[in-house]
């Protein structure tokens, strides 16, 4: 492997973040916050490291970029990022262990959402906005970003490309890499903009309107307050970002085409198709169970709470507006079957993704018809596609790898001291970016509890789910490292 290409691009992620941190230091700056000094000595210390890293790397070609230096980018990438993002709150003194500091960051970049502030609102707002701006960072993707804004690096990078977008299949939106990289952040920020004003429409003011559209356009799921989205206590607020959620769960190469050719058909995606009937029947089952409890006066109300903690799940943003952990036992179940669904490919969201779900289920029904007619050519198709082999193959080694790592670090959890329900959920949500899961890590508490080795292990868990498995996986092969 050819570390000083490696290296090359890794300067650039620190810088970038670096960079990003002016944001909230203006913020601080304004508020006259005492978050001011930890943000200068951050940016210092990651512009220090940016340089020594591109001395290391001055020769360094992108051209040399092959496939185990795109792996080995994209990983390190992330684990260089959360370093790098972890300082102001460690320099800072809001949190006394490394630990806790990292667990923070990781859980920003890889929008997650999991947090251990037990009390939010007392963080200074600069704090509170770098956590938002991880998110935003996190969601497109810091690889994605790099390659929009820095066309110099896309010269045979195609592969950090693939590495990093999420999901099985990524339609050709553009030849060039760099054109796609920047399309994709450009339709981000539209929704972001979006989002926005809602919020503002719905009587936010602009700090958390901000903050809170960053979070839900990257299905990352930070908020400002103690109790989420819940403690607005606004259905507008709920069913606008119910919809900004859903929307970038959604494969943005959708979104793309719809706004280039001026149609809708591209929602037409057996994908998409999919993922807004799981939505619309969960929503259906969790609501008829809410109402029948009483736990709402009217089914409106129950809709309303429904149908945001449906898709908040669903997409792995993980707001809530209620202690779902409270709900009835069905509401429940339906939820953590959500956590393993996901959102679509091409998407923000975390997960095992709708399209994986569908092939999987495609393969099952042709594998029965095949019991039955032993002799018979049975294809298995999504929508008018037809799906290869290795397409079905490789969706169904991911779910079972998936279900692995969940198991093993689920394991490794509970020999921490956690009880059965708080270690499957708790690495549910951190392998599928989500964020509250139940018991010790519900709705209404945080990971702050949690052992430092567990915290690691769901550090891990964040970074695989983020990544999609085998990027991070293919690092500790022998492989990656030697011709």
Not at 283 to 312: D, G, K, W
Request: aromatic share 12%; hydrophobic share 50%.
């Amino acid at each position: 492997m050819k570390l000083k290409i490696v290296a090359r691009f890794l300067a650039v992620i620190v810088f970038l973040i670096s960079a990003c941190m002016i944001m909230p230091l203006v913020w601080a700056v304004r508020e006259g916050g005492n978050e001011i000094r930890a943000f200068a000595y951050s940016i210092a210390l990651g512009s220090l490291f940016s340089i020594t890293l591109l001395l290391f790397s001055y020769k360094a070609q992108a051209r040399d970029m092959g496939t185990r230096e795109a792996f080995a980018a994209v990983a390190l990438a992330w684990i260089f990022a959360s370093f790098q993002g972890c300082l102001p709150y460690y320099l800072g003194g809001y949190v006394s262990d490394f630990t806790e500091a990292y667990f923070e960051a990781m859980s920003g970049f890889t929008t997650t959402g999991a947090t251990i502030f037990r009390d939010i609102e007392t963080l200074p707002r600069g704090i509170i906005f770098w956590r938002a701006v991880t998110h935003w960072l996190g969601g497109m993707g810091i690889v994605v970003l790099t390659l929009a804004l820095l066309p110099m690096l896309g010269m045979g990078v195609t592969q950090l490309f693939k590495a990093e977008v999420p999901g099985p299949v990524l339609e050709k939106i553009s030849p060039r890499i760099q054109d796609s990289a920047l399309m994709l952040w450009k339709v981000y920020l539209g929704i972001t903009a979006a989002g926005i004003l809602l919020m503002l429409a719905g009587g936010m003011d602009l700090y958390d309107s901000v903050c809170h559209v960053f979070a839900a356009v990257s299905t990352g799921g930070f908020s400002t307050r103690n109790q989420s989205i819940g403690w607005y206590n606004s259905a507008f607020i709920d069913w606008s970002l119910t919809a900004v959620m859903f929307v970038s769960g959604a494969n943005f190469g959708l979104h793309l085409l719809a706004i280039k050719n001026r149609t809708l058909k591209p929602y037409r995606d057996p994908e998409f198709k999919f993922y807004t009937g799981v939505a619309l029947l969960s929503t259906l089952v969790i609501a008829l169970s809410l109402f029948r409890n009483s736990h709402y006066p009217t089914i409106i109300e129950c809709l309303r709470y429904s149908a945001f903690q449906v898709v908040s799940m669903m997409t792995t943003t993980g707001f809530v507006t209620a202690d779902f952990s409270l709900w009835p036992t069905i509401t429940q179940m339906t939820i953590v079957v959500l956590m393993f669904i996901g959102g679509c490919a091409g998407s923000t969201a975390g997960a095992i993704k709708c399209v994986r779900i569908q092939i999987v289920i495609k393969q099952i029904t042709a594998e029965i018809k095949r019991f039955i007619h032993p002799q018979a050519s049975v294809p298995i198709l999504l929508g008018d596609k037809t799906i290869t082999d290795k397409l079905a193959f490789s969706a169904s080694t991911f779910i079972a790898l998936y279900f692995i790592i969940f198991a093993v670090a689920a394991v490794m959890i509970s020999a921490t001291g956690e009880d059965v329900v708080t270690s499957i959920t708790a690495v549910a949500v951190t392998l599928g970016n989500i964020g509250p899961g139940l018991g010790d890590v519900g709705p209404a508490t945080t990971f702050h509890t949690q052992t430092t080795t567990a915290k690691w292990i769901y550090v891990f868990c964040m970074l695989c789910g983020r990544l999609e498995l085998y990027t991070v996986l293919v690092l500790f092969t022998k492989d990656a490292w030697h011709r």
